[in-house]
C-alpha cells in the first residue's frame, strides 16, 4: 500500500495576503466597465519613490528621458560598492501589472530593483513604457525596443562600469512578456554596443483562448484571477483580436519562428499557486523545442509576483539564483 503525497498548501505570511487584497482591490475598483481605468484613483494609492542620487544602501538611482512626448524613460540603479574590476553587467527590467498598472518609480518595484542591483551587483535599467487602455500593442514592445536602441546610440547616460556587451533583459508578470518580444525584436534588427546574452522571465504572463487546468483550478487567485486577466488582455490586444494572438500565446499556432534567431539563454521562474503555471512551462519547452538554451525554476509554494514581497525568503531566493545565472553567462565570455 502507498500513501498520497501530500499536496502543497498556500501558507503566507499575514502582511503578505493584506498586501495582495491590497492590491488586487485597488486595480479591482480602478477597472472601468467600459474599459477604461481610472488614472485618478489608481495614482491616489499607488505611491511613488524618488530617484536618489545620493547613496542608500549601496545604490544610487537617476531617471533618463529617452522621449518625453510619450513619457517614455528609465530609472538607473547603481551598485556604489561595486567589486572586482568595476566593470559590471546590465540588466534592463520591465515591470509587471498587465501592461495597465503601476510604474518604474511605483514604490515597490523600485524597492524590488534595488534589491537587484544591491545584490546581483549589476546597473539596473526599470524602463517605464506606456500604459493599456490609452496606448494599446504594440507600444509596450515599441517602448521597450527603443530604450535599447537609445541605450546602443547613448551608452555614456551610464555609468563608466556599465557593460553594455553584457547584457542582460528581465521582467515579471507583463514585464516577461514584454522581455521576450523585446529579444525577439532585437534578434532580428540587431545593435551595435548593446548585447544581449541572457534573458530573466520572472513568472511571464502569457496566455490564450483555452483555458488550462491550472487558470480553472486558481480562477479567483489574487493578481491574476482569470476575470482580471481577460479584462487586460481586451485592454491590450488590438480590436478584434482573441488571446490567441502571437503577443498573448507566444508558444501557441501563430508563434513567432525562433529557429534562425540569436534568442538568449532564458530562464524562466514559475510559482505553484499561479494560474498563468501552465503558460508559463509552455513557453519553456517552446524555447526549447526552437533550439534555444533555457532553464526552468519552479516554487510549488508560491503565488504570482511572490518575488515583491520582501517578507517571504523565497524573495531573496529568487534573486540569488538570477545572480547565479548571469554570473554563469558572464563566465561563458571568459
Known sequence: MTSEIPKPKLSLPLRTRVALLFLSAVTDFSRRSDGTVNRGFMNLLDYKSRSKAKSVKGVSTKDVTVDANRNLWFRVFTPTASSGDGVVPVVIFFHGGGFAFLSSD??????????????????VVSVNY??????????????GEDVLKFLDENPAVLPEKADLSKCFLAGDSAGGNLAHHVAVRVAKSGLREVRV?????????????????????????????????????????PEGSDRDHWAVNVSGANSEDLTGLDYPDTLVFVGGFDPLQDWQRRYYEWLRKSGKKAQLIEYPTMIHAFYIFPELPEAFQLISQVKDFIANRISDFK
Open 106 to 123: 511605483s514604490f515597490g518595484y523600485d524597492a524590488v530593483c534595488r534589491r537587484f542591483c544591491r545584490q546581483i551587483n549589476a546597473i
Open 130 to 143: 506606456r500604459r493599456t487602455p490609452e496606448h494599446r500593442f504594440p507600444s509596450q514592445y515599441d517602448d
Open 197 to 237: 546574452v541572457g534573458l530573466v522571465s520572472i513568472q511571464p504572463w502569457f496566455g490564450g483562448e483555452e483555458r488550462t487546468a491550472a487558470e480553472v483550478k486558481f480562477k479567483g487567485a489574487p493578481l491574476v484571477s482569470t476575470s482580471r486577466t481577460d479584462w487586460l488582455w481586451k485592454a491590450f490586444l
